[in-house]
DNA sequence: GCCTCTTCTCGTACGGTGTTCGATTTCACT
DNA sequence: AGTGAAATCGAACACCGTACGAGAAGAGGC
């Protein structure tokens, strides 16, 4: 047999005999505002300790590694997204406030993007996410493994599409510029870079004048709307006689 | 007026008079192979040069910053993806190798998935690309915005499918063990993990005794089979009357 | 051949990083 | 008050990205 593998989840909180200056929630929640403040290169074991008026050295008491660190926080994120409840609202209006409601969390939070495709997402908060979207899909009428398999496609998709847009976001910080002046900047650094794709020039033009969050939302929608409704297709060639099959088949 | 931000490629490649030993081809190749064969973290600058048997710091007369070999490292991983022509091979199906293709390169550069959410990605490669991309959704008959918003929702959805079974691989990689063992093992800590969630690891115990890979490309599948449906759907729904008008619309 | 100017390489140094380890403090409980 | 565990901390190690200025290498004119 193999013995488990060690991980933040699986060890204990350390004690907590009494709190005399740390602790983890202590330690996540500074770190969260560091992160939210100053970004992801911001955080250091250093600079957390200062915040928590603490030597750097003194986390690795209640933490192994910055690693560890990073997945509580990262699993902080995921346990903001709210979990619409599909029996009230039905499966797709939960999927798209589910989707929406992990982007806005996202984009509170630039940081974590890069986290997720670094280490897998199996903190508590992740997996009651997790479950939450299956009963969305299964009372959608998926069953076995198509339950998972439309979760993750779900997921999938608002995370490949928030994480351009994040990119996007702190070459803008970054920069210093304001979203405009960048707007104006970009435009040329487009043109030149795009001098040997006139048509892709031409469609970014198109751009100019609209605002540009806006777009990116429109965007966003058209992608899970495309989504949503290939799953809708999905679940009447499954089941194409009886339409209230579907409605009978959950329990 | 708003000069251009000064970006790699913005910028010349440095005279190249001669090449007397490093030029940025010999330094991205070397990064590369870097990257491939140790990670992400295996890449600084000290490293790369002693590759080159040449000092750390001689790479900064070709380059500004590390990040910059990043982003001439990223846009040869978008180099890769082997473009499918929509002329030949129908939009549906040039969608759907180009989704694999891009799979494929992204799962043999791991290291690159979270440069993506970190730096936007205007490189020659990634802008052929993109227009190849709009290229195979005007033949499906997307006009206008909708090239942008259709492209986008499929390279989304790729990237953000990708992302958690890199996660899964690398900390696969990471641990040392083989992919058994690791099953093995995380079958133990899923356990332990998802006491609080009994149906999900009911659903978990669900995959053991089917092969990862193959599930995950199951999974792949179903959500991009989803996906590109539901573009159908909404180019029916655009324009529902005359079928023909679609086929001559292209031009 | 020699000089000069540009192109290119490199050693050194600075301030920062994650983490180890042993000494030290703090504290609850007898 | 004393003791043992829990928690903190300082110093040190190896490594990182990069600024800077000294130097090597090569081309072109004389």
């Known amino acids: 047999m ?7 989840w699986t060890r204990q909180p350390r004690a907590s005999k009494s709190s005399p200056t740390l602790s983890r929630g202590q330690i996540v929640r500074a770190a969260l505002e560091l992160l939210d403040a100053e970004g992801l290169d911001a955080l250091s074991m ?17 933490v192994a590694h910055k690693d560890e ?4 926080v990262m699993d902080e994120v995921y346990g903001e997204v709210p979990l619409p409840d599909p029996e009230t609202v ?6 798209v406030r589910f989707a929406y409601g992990l982007r806005e ?30 009963a969305v899909f299964e009372q959608a009428g998926f069953t076995g493994m198509s339950l998972d398999y439309a979760s993750s496609a779900l997921l999938s998709y608002v995370l490949g599409a928030i994480a351009p847009e994040i990119a996007w976001r702190t070459t803008i910080d970054r920069s210093g510029l304001s979203s405009e002046e960048l707007a104006a900047a970009m435009h040329q650094t487009v043109r030149q870079a795009a001098r040997d794709h006139p048509e892709l020039l031409e469609r970014y033009e198109r751009y100019t004048g609209h605002d540009v969050d806006v777009t990116r939302a429109i965007s966003f929608d058209f ?9 809708k297709v999905r679940l009447e060639q499954d089941a194409p006689a009886t339409p209230e099959a579907r409605r009978t088949r959950r329990t």
Chains 1, 2 share one sequence.
């Not at 984009?107 to 479950?131: Q, V």
């Not at 992608?223 to 799953?231: A, E, Q």
């Open 2 to 8: 193999q013995q488990p593998l060690d991980s933040v």
């Open 46 to 62: 250093r600079r957390l300790g200062a915040r928590l008026g603490a030597g750097a050295t003194s986390l690795y008491w209640h």
């Open 69 to 72: 660190v990073l997945e509580l």
């Open 90 to 95: 039905g499966w797709q209006d939960a999927a």
């Open 105 to 134: 969390a996202l984009f509170k939070h630039p940081w974590a993007i890069p986290l997720i495709s670094t280490r897998p997402s199996i903190g508590p908060n992740a997996m009651r996410l997790s479950t939450r979207m299956a």
């Open 223 to 231: 992608g899970l709307t495309c989504l949503l409704d290939g799953m």
